[in-house]
C-alpha cells in the first residue's frame, strides 16, 4: 500500500512539474484551444456527436447515441430525463460522465 501511494505521489508530481514547464515557455508549447460549453460524445469520449456552445438551461433532446459528455466553462450541471420533454425525474449527471446510449432523451444544461 506504501509504494503505491509513493508512486502515484511521485507521477502526479512529475505530471505537475511537466504541465508547469509546458506552460511556462509557450514558445516551446504547442497551442491548445480548450472549447466551452457543453460536448456529448459516443465511444466512450471519442466521437463527438453534440456540442452546444453556451447552454441556457431549455429542455433539449438528447443525442441518441451518445454514451458520455463533458461540460466546461459555464456549464455546472447537465440533468438528464428519460422523457422527451425534460417532465420525467431528473438525473444529475454532472459535467464529466459516462453512460448508457439511448437511456436518456431529453436534457438541460446549466
Known amino acids: 500500500?506504501?509504494?503505491?501511494?509513493?508512486?502515484i505521489t511521485m507521477?502526479?508530481?512529475v505530471a505537475t512539474v511537466g504541465g508547469t514547464a509546458l506552460m511556462g515557455s509557450p514558445a516551446s508549447a504547442?497551442?491548445?484551444?480548450?472549447?466551452?460549453?457543453?460536448?456529448?460524445?459516443q465511444g466512450r469520449f471519442t466521437t463527438p456527436v453534440l456540442?452546444?456552445?453556451?447552454?441556457?438551461?431549455s429542455c433539449t433532446a438528447f443525442p441518441p447515441t451518445a454514451d458520455s459528455l463533458t461540460g466546461f466553462g459555464t456549464v455546472?450541471?447537465?440533468v438528464a430525463y428519460r422523457t422527451a420533454d425534460c417532465t420525467d425525474a431528473?438525473?444529475?449527471?454532472g459535467t464529466l460522465r459516462g453512460f448508457t446510449a439511448g437511456t436518456y432523451h431529453s436534457f438541460q444544461a446549466f
Do not use: I, N, S
Open 1 to 7: 500500500m506504501r509504494k503505491t501511494v509513493m508512486r
Open 11 to 13: 507521477g502526479l508530481a
Open 30 to 41: 504547442q497551442q491548445v484551444e480548450v472549447e466551452t460549453g457543453l460536448t456529448f460524445y
Open 51 to 57: 456540442h452546444v456552445a453556451d447552454p441556457d438551461g
Open 76 to 78: 455546472e450541471q447537465v
Open 90 to 93: 431528473a438525473v444529475g449527471l
